[in-house]
């Protein structure tokens, strides 16, 4: 065990995952802050997935709870973490994990429809915004705070599906917003942009398509300039344990992409 959050009290929304033969950013963020000291309540739609990654953490020798809350309903979001405020007193890291694509529904410009367009919104945007809207006040009052949202590089790249760039693209407007508002309390806010990842969300709703899982992995592959090989959930993980530690205590506002070197052409 580390001591890089030792102490604090750390929520992350999107702490279980989608099934899948790898592990997830959420599940890997969890297991590593829990790793490093911090007392994490695992949030999921999914409570058994949630559950899930309360065992790993518990087998580890972490410490961790595992909540359900829809990321799309205000009140839940607000509910749950007013329940984590009522039993901790404090919420010093909001991660912030949800976010998905295809699964939504997600496509090209002329092929979208409105009612996936409005998923999109309300998962990979809307809901980051009830988490960070509900925590701001205990954070502000506290005097300090850490925030991060996960964001994706296809916000800065060529993306071929409409919804998922263009909220993922608004996510990283709304964390320099929150950031600005916000530094003045002592509350970080940071977003991360993962590239090409191994995880759940990114492969397995390609295989379910239809595209062989070797196909989709050798393709992706091919794209990351750094090693030609995909990053993993630790990647993303290790980023975000670094940006809610103290050690980031003078970063705010910053977008760091974990990409293996994609953006930099």
Not at 21 to 34: F, K, M, V, Y
Not at 113 to 138: I, T
Not at 156 to 174: D, Q, S
Not at 194 to 210: I, K, S
């Given at each position: 065990m580390g001591?890089?959050?030792?102490?604090k009290?750390?929520?992350?929304?999107?702490?279980?995952?989608?099934?899948?033969?790898?592990?997830?950013?959420?599940?890997a963020?969890?297991?590593?802050?829990?790793?490093?000291?911090a007392?994490?309540a695992?949030?999921d739609r999914?409570?058994a997935?949630?559950?899930?990654?309360?065992?790993?953490i518990?087998?580890?020798?972490?410490t961790a709870?595992?909540?359900?809350?829809?990321?799309?309903?205000?009140?839940?979001?607000?509910?749950?973490?007013?329940?984590?405020?009522a039993?901790?007193?404090?919420?010093?890291?909001?991660?912030?994990n949800?976010?998905?694509?295809?699964?939504?529904?997600?496509?090209?410009?002329?092929?979208?429809?409105?009612?996936?367009?409005?998923?999109?919104?309300a998962?990979?945007?809307?809901?980051?915004?009830?988490?960070?809207?509900?925590?701001l006040?205990?954070?502000?009052?506290?005097?300090?705070?850490?925030?991060v949202?996960?964001?994706?590089?296809?916000?800065r790249?060529?993306?071929?599906?409409?919804g998922?760039?263009?909220?993922?693209?608004?996510?990283?407007?709304?964390?320099?917003n929150?950031?600005?508002?916000?530094?003045?309390y002592?509350?970080r806010v940071?977003?991360?942009?993962?590239?090409?990842?191994?995880?759940?969300?990114?492969?397995?709703?390609?295989?379910?398509?239809g595209?062989?899982?070797?196909?989709?992995?050798?393709?992706?592959?091919?794209?990351v300039?750094?090693?030609?090989?995909m990053?993993?959930?630790?990647?993303?993980?290790?980023a975000?344990?670094?940006?809610?530690?103290d050690?980031?205590?003078?970063?705010t506002?910053?977008?760091?992409?974990v990409?293996?070197?994609?953006?930099?052409?």
């Amino acid at each position: 065990m580390g001591e890089r959050v030792k102490g604090k009290v750390a929520v992350v929304f999107g702490g279980g995952q989608t099934p899948g033969e790898t592990i997830g950013n959420g599940r890997a963020t969890c297991l590593l802050l829990a790793d490093e000291g911090a007392t994490v309540a695992v949030v999921d739609r999914d409570l058994a997935s949630a559950e899930e990654t309360v065992g790993l953490i518990a087998q580890r020798g972490g410490t961790a709870e595992a909540l359900a809350a829809d990321i799309t309903s205000e009140e839940q979001v607000k509910q749950l973490i007013d329940a984590v405020l009522a039993k901790h007193g404090r919420i010093d890291i909001l991660h912030n994990n949800v976010g998905a694509s295809l699964a939504l529904g997600d496509a090209t410009a002329t092929e979208l429809e409105s009612d996936a367009f409005d998923r999109l919104v309300a998962v990979n945007l809307r809901g980051m915004w009830y988490a960070c809207k509900h925590a701001l006040p205990a954070m502000r009052a506290q005097g300090s705070g850490s925030i991060v949202n996960i964001s994706s590089m296809a916000a800065r790249a060529v993306y071929p599906y409409l919804g998922y760039k263009t909220t993922k693209a608004a996510v990283i407007a709304m964390t320099e917003n929150l950031a600005g508002a916000n530094a003045r309390y002592g509350v970080r806010v940071n977003v991360i942009l993962p590239g090409l990842m191994n995880t759940p969300m990114a492969v397995e709703a390609r295989v379910a398509a239809g595209t062989p899982r070797e196909e989709v992995i050798a393709s992706r592959d091919r794209q990351v300039p750094l090693g030609r090989r995909m990053g993993s959930a630790w990647d993303t993980a290790y980023a975000a344990l670094f940006l809610h530690s103290d050690e980031a205590k003078f970063i705010t506002g910053v977008s760091l992409p974990v990409d293996g070197g994609q953006g930099v052409g």
